[in-house]
């Protein structure tokens, strides 16, 4: 079991690790969109600025309670282990908050992505760029590069998931024999 258990703690760093590079990006983004909502000139482009911007720190602060809680766990769980089917929860959980976290950063980003192109449309009178920016730009980016993340992770958590299964599996054919 403490084989198991070595190999979950190392888990639990990598996510803390992947979690934290995902706060430093909001972070970035979440100033990045301050300077712009301050300077812009264009009122009519503050709305959508304001929802991206909302929507950065509401994810930086969502990953950062979420590191703290690992933290935590973390510390709990290197000094006392949890039961085996605790180690597998947590795999769950972390499934769900991943695909919940996902869903907010998406559907934040579209929807200031829209009210965007509404505001630049409104201002410029320009079709062409406010389709761009309200429609191909969060899909393209969506099915570039967000999509592709949120199933790399969901999937390392399965794999990793199923090795400490095995791991766990072979503890307790271990200590039966």
């Known amino acids: 079991m403490q084989a198991a258990l070595d190999r979950f703690l190392s888990f639990m760093a990598i996510a803390r690790t992947r ?21 812009t000139r264009w009122l009519a482009l503050q709305p959508g600025l304001g929802i991206l911007f909302i929507g950065q720190l509401g994810a930086l602060f969502v990953l950062l309670y979420r590191n703290a809680t690992r933290s935590r766990d973390f510390a709990r769980w290197k000094t006392a282990a949890p039961p ?3 180690l597998l929860v947590w795999f769950d959980r972390e499934k769900a ?5 996902a869903l907010f950063e998406n559907g934040s980003r579209a929807i200031g992505m829209i009210v965007l192109a ?3 449309w409104k201002t410029t009178g320009n079709v062409p760029v406010a389709l761009v920016i309200g ?4 899909l393209s980016v969506y099915f570039g590069m967000v999509r592709k993340k ?3 992770t969901i999937r390392d958590l399965r794999d990793w998931k199923n090795e400490i299964q095995e ?3 072979s503890a307790s054919i271990a200590d039966a024999g």
């Open 150 to 152: 949120n199933q790399s």
């Open 19 to 39: 979690n934290a590079k995902q706060m430093r990006f909001a972070g970035f983004m979440a100033a990045l969109i301050a300077v712009l909502l301050w300077q």
């Open 84 to 86: 085996a089917a605790g």
């Open 97 to 101: 908050f991943a695909t919940r976290l």
């Open 135 to 138: 429609i191909v730009y969060p």
């Open 118 to 120: 509404y505001g630049f």
């Open 167 to 169: 791991l766990i599996i």
